[in-house]
């Protein structure tokens, strides 16, 4: 019976990580959900009908004894991750607990590029955790107990004695009715997938239909905020069109791609000129920018905007806005308005210092601005090594370190061989890169992000 129970365990789970992961051989995820299915598939195996023995309760991982527990694996999760483990490998006190709800490191800021040309854009977190001295956990943390000094799991506790939160960010519907129901947002790499295929789908469905008004309703993308993400996948989305055009047979004149931005510009935490330049770029390129302009209503077949005009779409991306996880406020932290943490000028959560918070879940204040740093990958990079630096301070009785942001560039992508944005060089202020230069400093700055992680984890890291 054993036997057969493993047989089936096996066969399920290489059906499940198929589905769940495209095939992929995700070590860490597999081991987990062997975890699992070894609690709850024997109970389908027994050879008696006696009442089931009911689960097990959460377990306690540790009370705390040196505990370094980090949520999230993004940009500043993992780079705090990786620094403490470089600076702690010889300190046997301490162990550092990385959690996440997926086995994998996605490099968010090409995600426009999975949704529309399937470009790879996570990287297996077994990769960059090999030989690292570093417990990672797959799952989602459902409170933090302040008080208790533990966060818990689905199915475990951890307790801790510094925690570092990079949970990242969720999508902002702003309670625009029929926003979440009839909207694809473009936020995590499932999301990429499900735009990558309906695109796919609607190119092919709209191939085999002759009414020509039919058509272009089908064939108008629709896309919810001006920003960076939705500046950036109209561009790659513009460079697509070409491909169904020529793959399905459809008329240059029959696709349609808007943009909508509530503000008065695109992209409005860039200089004027810049917005302008992109803006030019996009009309260039065949998208209707409409600037000034708020949606009022979402439905299946149509937006609604808020001066009573209409818009028939089926296919509407929204990239409008971001807002922080329930998680925070709930666990007792002191937030600020929109809900992130409030944290001082040493990243600790302002309620509590054995706590620190990153990216974007902190309120952290630029000292020289006084306005809050914006959430960017740049950003999360350079507080993960801060809130690093701090730690390895306090175990060891250092001098923290203060976080002063630095801006080192904004590159805007607008398609596959276009780019705009600057770069801050050696004793040059700003140099101005347009046009395919932009787009070999974009590719620069993700080829840089996976030679750091080279670095810090000292593995050959690939997609």
């Known amino acids: ?112 590029e999975a949704a529309v040309r399937k470009e790879e854009v996570s990287i297996p977190l077994d990769r960059i955790l090999r030989k690292k001295n570093i417990s990672f956990h797959i799952g989602t943390v459902i409170n933090i107990d ?30 625009i009715p029929g926003m979440e129901e009839h909207s694809l947002p473009l936020q995590t790499l499932q999301d990429a997938d499900k735009i990558y295929n309906h695109i796919s789908k609607i190119c092919a469905q709209t191939a085999s239909e002759n009414d020509s008004m039919i058509r272009k309703n089908k064939l108008r993308f629709v896309i919810g905020g001006g920003g960076l993400s939705g500046v950036e996948f109209a561009g790659e989305l513009a460079d697509h069109t070409s491909a169904c055009i020529k793959n399905y047979n459809v008329r240059n004149d029959e696709l349609e791609i808007i943009i909508i931005e509530a503000a008065d510009r695109l992209v409005p935490f860039m200089e004027p000129g810049y917005s302008q330049k992109i803006k030019e770029k996009l009309i260039n390129k065949g998208v209707r920018v409409l600037t000034k302009t708020k949606i009022a209503r979402r439905t299946k077949d149509e937006i609604v905007l808020a001066d009573g005009k209409e818009i028939k779409t089926k296919n509407f991306i929204w990239t409008g806005g971001i807002r922080v996880s329930e998680l925070l406020k709930n666990g007792g932290l002191e937030t600020d308005q929109t809900g992130k943490v409030i944290v001082d000028e040493h990243l600790h959560a302002k309620s509590d210092n054995n706590i620190y918070v990153i990216g974007d879940s902190a309120n ?15 950003f999360a990079l350079q507080q993960g090594r801060v809130v690093a630096i701090n730690i390895f301070s306090e175990t060891t009785g250092r001098q923290k370190k203060k976080y002063y942001p630095k801006v080192t560039g904004e590159v805007v ?18 140099v101005t890169f347009v046009g395919f230069l932009g787009r070999l400093l974009k590719a620069a700055i993700k080829e840089k992000h996976i030679f750091l992680l080279r670095k810090e984890s000292r593995n050959w890291i690939t997609y």
């Not at 952290?364 to 740049?378: D, E, L, M, S």
């Not at 992508?413 to 202020?429: E, V």
Request: hydrophobic content about 35%; charged content about 25%.
């Open 146 to 175: 302040i008080k208790h000094k533990q966060i818990e799991m689905d199915s475990k506790f951890i307790g801790y004695d510094f925690l570092v939160i990079a949970i990242g960010s969720k999508v902002n519907y702003y309670d």
């Open 364 to 378: 952290a204040i630029n000292p020289y601005t006084g306005k809050t740093v914006p959430a960017a990958a740049q």
């Open 1 to 112: 019976m054993n036997s057969i129970k493993d047989e089936t365990l096996a066969e399920f789970l290489d059906d499940f990580m198929h589905i769940e992961y495209r095939g992929k051989d995700h070590i860490i995820a597999r081991q987990h959900y062997r975890e699992v299915f070894n609690d709850l598939i024997p109970r389908y195996f027994e050879n008696n009908n006696e009442v089931q023995e009911p689960l097990q309760s959460k377990q306690s991982e540790s009370t705390g004894n040196g505990n370094i527990v980090i949520i999230g694996a993004g940009y500043g999760g993992l780079t705090a991750a990786l620094r403490l483990e470089k600076y702690l490998r010889k300190d046997c006190r301490y162990k550092i607990h990385l959690i996440d709800k997926n086995p994998y490191h996605t490099i968010k800021t090409q995600l426009h």
């Open 413 to 430: 992508s607008l398609g596959k061989h276009l780019a705009i944005g600057w770069m801050a060089l050696p004793l040059i202020k700003k």
